[in-house]
């Protein structure tokens, strides 16, 4: 359900003060707003952001070493094979690709369960909890995904909520990335690439209807470059 985006000037004040408390070095005075005033707000349908963090579920236990196979069937019988990007296509069923980078998205997966109210916080300071795994569908053990949703029990966020956030990761993805740049102390165990794993899934769960907005990206074509 589209709401009124809360009015982003405030939104950002607090994104701010949050990276002042952490130490983190701020961006210019004409760092760009994620919305403007008057901008309605919603997330993805439900089934859609599910359907994400089970693929990206399914990519991670690649990186891992569940068989080609195996992850290729699961994906077929759930049909989700279709949503999967070019690049996790080839990584899931040929391996192809860096496995260490489809591994950051654990971090990714743990902002979509932010957003869909399986998972309490969003804390910067802190890695995705070792029981994120257990709110996914069991692959080891063979939970099909019909299964996965008949046993969560999902809460999505409210819309402006997840915009307050994705503005504070739209804040932290420049401060940690300048930080490291300039070989500042960051505040937790947390790096500048599990920052913008969490700002990915944000950016692409929370959608912006205006004026100046396009039409809600693909998953893989997000862009983290500002």
């Not at 599990?194 to 004026?211: H, K, M, S, T, Y």
Request: charged content about 25%; hydrophobic content about 45%; glycine content about 4%.
């Amino acid at each position: 359900m589209s709401v009124t985006a809360p009015d982003p000037h405030h939104v950002r004040k607090a994104s701010l003060e949050e990276l002042h408390r952490l130490g983190l070095p701020l961006p210019p005075a004409n760092f760009p707003l994620v919305w403007d005033l008057g901008d309605q707000v919603e997330l993805r349908p439900l089934a859609e952001i599910e359907a994400r963090a089970a693929i990206l579920n399914v990519v991670l236990a690649r990186s891992f070493g569940m068989p080609p196979p195996l992850a290729m069937e699961w994906l077929l019988e759930a049909r989700l094979a279709e949503q999967l990007t070019r690049p996790e296509w080839h990584f899931v069923a040929a391996g192809e690709g860096d496995h260490s980078i489809f591994m950051l998205h654990l971090e990714a997966v743990f902002a979509l369960a932010w957003v869909l109210g399986i998972a309490l916080d969003l804390d910067p300071l802190r890695p995705s909890p070792q029981g994120l795994i257990e709110r996914l569908p069991d692959l080891p053990q063979g939970e099909t995904y019909a299964a996965w949703r008949s046993r969560t029990l999902t809460a999505p966020r409210e819309p402006r909520q997840a915009a307050a956030l994705l503005d504070l990761y739209y804040c932290l993805d420049w401060a940690y990335l300048e930080a490291e740049r300039n070989r500042l102390q960051l505040p937790g165990p947390l790096d500048s690439n599990a920052i913008g794993q969490r700002r990915w899934a944000l950016e692409w769960a929370v959608v912006f209807n205006g004026p100046y907005h396009d039409e809600p990206r693909d998953w893989d074509e997000i862009d983290l470059s500002t």
